[in-house]
């Protein structure tokens, strides 16, 4: 079974794909001078276009890992998530806090999902 990788990198791919399943990198924001709302905004795009390039969307989501700096910023990341995430369809989750690569990063995720 072959391995198909995209948006491929010296140090990672953002996406790969085997057998049906898609794993998505960890995701963050390019503009990380937003609050936790605006960078997961910004993060659930980034999802929504890899998962529609590896031809699934945020309603075959398998698994997610939310990473935040801040446990303090769990309010605000959920306020978005649960306005995005489809009815009937939100997928087993985790979050936690930890200390990111970058002090200004608030937010990353990691997305398993299903192709369609």
């Known amino acids: 079974m072959t391995v198909q990788r995209l948006h491929v990198g010296k140090r990672l791919s953002e996406v790969a794909i085997h057998n049906g399943t898609v794993y998505l990198a960890g995701q963050i924001a390019e503009d990380a001078t937003q609050n936790i709302e605006g960078q997961t905004r910004e993060v659930l795009g980034h999802i929504d ?68």
């Open 49 to 116: 276009r890899l998962l529609a390039e590896a031809g699934s969307d945020k309603n075959r989501i398998l698994s997610c890992q939310i990473y935040l700096s801040d446990v303090k910023d769990f309010p605000g990341m959920n306020a978005v998530w649960d306005a995005w995430v489809a009815d009937g369809n939100a997928p087993p989750r985790a979050t936690v806090e930890a200390k990111l690569a970058r002090p200004e990063l608030l937010v990353e995720i990691i997305i398993v999902a299903a192709q369609k």
